[in-house]
């Protein structure tokens, strides 16, 4: 069986290709090379490539850099999804295909309300988050007409490798530099009252794997661990991994409006017996190992 995964080499990417070449799969991987919102060059890409299934990671993945250039974050993410539809529809209309969407999609729940299910109304706050719901209901309209669409709405997670423009990767390499001596010991944050969902890379790209399976029904999935964390938590879990102390102080631009996300995958379980298995400690070892080795290394 055939994959064909776009953004392959990005963050996500780097985990998810080899997690599918050990499960069997011929992948075949395209990044920017293929401008994913040029119909022609994404119908050329699927017709050479002929894929069974097809994986569109490919994104603007960045919700500051959405409000700095929208144009290209709707380009990129909802033009995008659109050839890539479009082009499994005319050369490989039997391919499932998996869209991977945003918890972002959501926005922000009052505090203390139980986790988000797929029948959560969407509520996007930011360019990023409207055009990942836009290509979400996208795809379900193309579903509508035959296409084997799975919508995936993925809430945070991390690991090696991934930029420190993400809030944990952010933290960890401000730690690693302090531990060392490369920073003032002064770590910088946003709005510390936020509370997220947070998931190792490695249980994402489990969850992306085993809707690959035709078996399982199409349709919207949370991939989510259902656990809310809040991020004064989170910053005070890795300090003590790091063994820093440094003052927390609060940067103005990095400060957002309180945002609660907290995702229900009891679907994903159900179709797939999907369970998130990675500690988020060991999450937080594994990104800041990262980081330290990273730093030396300059």
């Known amino acids: 069986m055939r994959v064909l995964v776009t953004g392959a080499s990005g963050f996500v ?9 050990a499960g069997g799969w011929d992948v075949i991987g395209c990044d920017q090379e293929v401008d994913v919102s040029e ?10 490539v002929a894929p069974d299934a097809i994986i569109h990671l490919a994104a603007q993945s960045s919700v500051a850099v959405s409000w700095r250039n929208p144009a290209l974050t709707y380009r990129v993410n909802f033009l995008g999804t659109r050839s890539i539809l479009e082009a499994a529809v005319h050369h490989a209309p039997r391919a499932r295909i998996l869209l991977i969407g945003s918890a972002d999609q959501y926005g922000s729940s009052e505090p203390g309300s139980p986790p988000l299910d797929e029948t959560a109304p969407m509520r996007p706050r930011s360019p990023y988050a409207r055009t990942k719901a836009a290509a979400d209901r996208l795809g379900e309209r193309y579903a509508e007409d035959g296409l084997d669409v799975v919508r995936i709405r993925a809430f945070n997670h991390s690991g090696p490798g991934q930029s420190d423009t993400f809030v944990m990767s952010s933290w960890a390499r401000q730690a690693a530099e302090i531990a060392c001596g490369r920073r003032a010991p002064e770590l910088r944050v946003g709005n510390l009252d936020s509370v997220r969902d947070f998931l190792d890379v490695e249980d994402v790209v ?28 989170l910053l005070e879990l890795l300090l003590e991994i790091a063994g820093i102390r440094p003052r927390v102080e609060v940067d103005p631009q990095r400060m957002r409006p309180l945002d609660v996300s907290v995702g229900n995958a009891d679907r994903l379980r ?14 937080l070892e594994r990104v800041l190992d990262y980081w330290r080795q990273a730093v030396s290394a300059t």
């Open 13 to 21: 990417g780097g985990f998810l290709v080899p997690r599918l070449r």
């Open 206 to 233: 489990d969850a992306y794997a085993r809707l690959l399976d035709d078996r399982v029904p199409a349709g919207a999935y949370n991939v989510a661990s259902g656990e809310g964390v809040r991020l004064r938590d």
């Open 39 to 48: 119909d022609r060059a994404v119908a050329r890409r699927v017709v050479e």
């Open 270 to 283: 159900a179709a797939t017996g999907w369970e998130p298995r990675v500690p988020l400690s060991h999450s």
